[in-house]
Nanobody, 121 residues
Framework: VQLVESGGGSGQAGGPLRPACAASGSAVSNYTMGWVRQAPGTERDFVGGTTWSGNPYYADSVKGRVTISRDNAKNSVYLQMNTLKPEDTAVYYC????????????????WGQGAQVTVSS
């Protein structure tokens, strides 16, 4: 499967952004999907993911502000981010795995190229 992120960009603190991940080569429903972010000078950090059935789960750090959804018809996964904070500034990666990885993002087999999200105060 190939993954391409889009929909990043710039946002204001308190506002929303909705990065998207489009998959090709295989159906997203064949994978558990995840979103991982990396801020400058830091290690990658798990944001959340979906199971094969599309059920989402989230890191505690973003729970309540983030919603992950999957559209099988568009073969895409979305990361709805609300109430943005400057500390949300990072490159956001979409990842996929044929196995359930939970929050162990290092085990995902497939990765997109990343989408920059910049939040200004």
């Amino acid at each position: 499967v190939q993954l391409v992120e889009s929909g990043g960009g710039s946002g204001q603190a308190g506002g929303p952004l909705r990065p998207a991940c489009a998959a090709s080569g295989s159906a997203v429903s064949n994978y558990t999907m995840g979103w991982v972010r990396q801020a400058p000078g830091t290690e990658r950090d798990f944001v959340g993911g979906t199971t094969w059935s599309g059920n989402p789960y989230y890191a505690d750090s973003v729970k309540g502000r983030v919603t992950i959804s999957r559209d099988n018809a568009k073969n895409s996964v979305y990361l709805q981010m609300n109430t943005l904070k400057p500390e949300d500034t990072a490159v956001y990666y979409c990842a996929a795995s044929r196995y359930y990885r939970g929050m162990y993002y290092q085990e995902y087999e497939y990765w997109g190229q990343g989408a920059q999200v910049t939040v200004s105060s």
